[in-house]
Structures are given as C-alpha cells and as structure tokens.
DNA sequence: CTATATTGTATCACTTTGATACAATAATAA
DNA sequence: TTATTATTGTATCAAAGTGATACAATATAG
C-alpha cells in the first residue's frame, strides 16, 4: 500500500495507460463484471467497496471479460483477485445496460483529470454493459490488497454507503433485494457466517439483511423446523448468561 | 411468407450478407439479447420459437443490441418487431455468457450450409453474451411476420419444445423457473390473460405455470384474499352450468 | 322439467404464526 | 456461597392460513 501511495500520480497514470493499451487484446469489448461482495460483521450487513485511484468515489469491484472466458469465470476470477478467497458464493442477478449510466457519472471526469484526454483512453470512453454478480464471503478470511487502480479498499454498512460511481448504488440496492429472496429460499445465509455459530447470530444475520426485528422464539423455531440446522455442542461465551448452543448448517444429503 | 419461400436460398444468402456487412457498424459487438416470449392458450402455457433460416432448429426470438440503446429498450424494440405489440411485459431474468454455447451448437454449422465460409461470415463468429428477457403477451393480440432469417413461427407447448439452437433450452427453463416465482410474488399472470377471466381459467393459468393442480375451492379463497381481483357481473358462458363471476385484475393504487 | 356440469360458499381439522410466559443457567456482584 | 442479571430453550394460547370435503345454486342440454 505503502509504495503506491508513495508511486502517487504517475505511477498510476502510467498503470492506467498500460491498462488501456492492453485491454481491447484480452478483453471483450463493452462488456464488464460487477461484484457486490457481502459480509456480516458487528450485527451489520456491511458491502465491500473500493476507493477509485485517488478521487472520493467509490466503486463495486470489477472487472473485465476475458475473449474466451466464461461470464461466472470472469465473476470468480475478479473476486479471487480482490479478495484473496478461493471459494466464493456467487449469484448472478441483474445485468445494467443503460447507456446513461456511463455518462452522466463522474468517472470519466474523474479519470481524466489523472489521465487527461489522450487518445488512447478511449478503453473507458466505451459505453459498458455490466453483468452483475453478488457473492456472500465469511469476512473473517478476506485479505484483500490495494492495487494500482483502487487505492483504498473498505467495508460500509449498506445503510451507509459512500458517493459511488456510475449507477452502482442502484446495483447494490438490487443486489440486497435479491439477497433477501435468496435468504428465505435457498438458505444462502450460511456462507455469511463461520463454520459454527449460535441462534442469537443467526438472528441478527436475518435481521440485518431483511432489515426489521424478528421475535426471538417464533425466529427460533422457525429456523429449527426447516431442518437445516445441525445442534452440536453448548458454547462456553463468556457471558454472563445461559450458554446457547452451536449450530452448523448443514445441506439436504449431507446426512 | 409465401414470397419469402419462393424467394428461397438466394435471397436468404443475399439477406445475411448485407446483415453481417452493416451489423459492426449498428451493434454492439459480442452482445445479444434473447426473449422468451410467453403466451397462454388452450389452458397450456406456450413459447413461441422461430425457425431458424430452412434449418430444422428453433430460436428464440432475440436481436442485438444497438450502440446508444438501452439494453431494455433493445429488448422492447426486438419484441415489438416480432410481435407487432406495443406494451409488452418484460422483465429481465439471465445473462448467458458461456463460451461453449456458441460452439457446441449447430448455429454455424447451418449457417455455413446457406453461406458458405465468407470472410464476412465473422459476425456470427464471434463470442456473444445474451441478455435474456422473459415477456408475458395476450396471444390473442400478437401479429407476428417472418422475415428474411426466420422463416416460421410457432407456439410451442413449454412442456414439447422442438430442437433448439444455442442453450437456448437452458433459457426457457431458467425463464420459466423465473415466471413462477414472479407469478406468487408480483402477480403478473394477469399479463397472460385478456381484461376479464373467470376464475376457472385464472386457476388453469396458474396450473400451467407451476405445472401441477390446485385444489378448486382453495384456491378461489386465495386469490380472492389477496384483493387484486374486482367481481364484475355474471358471465354468460352457454355452458351448461351455473355461469361463472368474471374478474378483473385491479393495481393497488387502482382504485 | 329433469339431469348434468360446474360454480360459490361454508365448514372442519390441521398447520403455521404471533405473542407471551416461564424455567434454566453462566457469569457477576454481593 | 448465594443472589442477581442477562439471555437462552421450551411451552402454550389465540389467531390466521391451508387442505379437504360437503353442499346448495344455476345455466344449459335433453
């Protein structure tokens, strides 16, 4: 982090200019990923974003589409290299298309400023279709790295997001709403969370992904006559209160 | 039609040749759009395929995209030229970008059949991402017209699906598994249907759809609780038995 | 005028859900 | 050691929703 920084505007504008002379070679053209990385720590539902070379905006991590590679390739591949995971929850859920979206953002603006308007930029002047993936990833395993084009990489609150880019907010607002489907309906709440984990979490985790309170007992309940919960052992927390058991998820064949 | 038909090989070859030569210069390259177009008729829910060329596969209508279009109105716009709808129900579900999709099929294949191996063939050559729509129509009002590809078109039962090109199968499935769930939670069947319905053939939709039986009474008492249907009067069937209510679909604001 | 097919409504048992009560217990405070 | 505190696990009751069945109403066919 430490050397970019110090790199500062020229390294960048050097990386940026490599960057778009390479890209038409090895990508497909006006085509782009966008990952909405969730994650699940303090009872919140927090989204993974990054700050866009050295301007206050932020963006959703992504990438382009290599010429011969699968659209969820492409998805994983991105992920891999911003988060360090191997496996990773992946959904696809909305593909953006709208021609305003590159326009009336201040990215280019903002790319222009470092980059000026040499001729060879015209990479970022295309108009993008953006194919757009959410992935639930235990948060407790990322490392992420900075590199030449994000400078800064940061978990928000989704109640709480940042100035964003092009129409990612919009995005983001999609891809909680599709979350909350996929909560409900194909059980995906696990790979927000560790391995083990006690009801009161799991609670919160629904809570904060739905937005609104659950009563507990009716909550428990609830998550218990789907069958999906395995009971192990009690915890020893610490607290000064009853130890709740741990559970684990486990999947319809496991047994 | 019949002009198309007799105009045979040679216009069809003529035809994609000035396709493929004016396409880069309209189209984004590498990306399409495909629609699965549903109908309802005959108590059986229908998909209405083209022929592709004189070939004896199917296709889902689709088109591509334009360079300064909106990718929903790019869907819209390739609706409406098959169709000859104006209002369309449409709603984006799937984005297929597998490379092999585009190998493994027969689509080249035929088409070096009707073209041979022009350098110009390379439009069709390429890669392409699908963004793929699913729109719901009252078939009673569709006036669809063949053109110079597609030389036929038909209603298909979803359950009878005639050989098809790409993983344009996949798509119908993934569209139809799509319409159920939208069927319960939007509530857009009522786009399937003329203004006014019975309930008799409301439930025969929503069998169609979800492909299995609802229980009569049941049924009735549900959809009425869900306060979307107004009564109108009794409808004069000339069936021999007690006529039926007709409803219609009312929006919340509606009223 | 009767038979037939189908519709509209009611009802009963059963399940699910919302709300509340209460006993159990791990740590802490006295 | 013992009482207190916070939270957990389980039970329970009423209300709402669902599956299954019964039955009266009625538009036409014969």
Known sequence: MGNQNEGGAKGLKEGIREFMETAPAIYMPGLSVDTVIFGFHNDKLKVFLLRFANTPYFILPGGFIKKEENLDDAALRILQERTGLQDIYLEQFYTSGNTSRSKETVAKEELQKIIGKAQWSNWFDQRFVSVCYYAL??????KPETEIFFTEFKWFDVNKLPKLMYDHDLIIKKALSRLQSDLDEKLVGFNL????????????????V??????????QRKLLSLNVLERLEKQYTGKAHKAPFLYRFVTGENE
């Not at 990833?137 to 990322?142: G, L, M």
């Not at 391995?195 to 809570?207: A, V």
């Not at 739905?210 to 909550?219: D, I, L």
């Open 193 to 208: 969370m560790s391995e083990t984990f006690t009801m009161g979490q799991l609670q919160k985790l629904y809570e904060a």
């Open 137 to 142: 990833i235990d948060d407790t395993k990322v």
């Open 210 to 219: 739905h937005q609104k309170k659950f009563v507990r007992t009716n909550f």
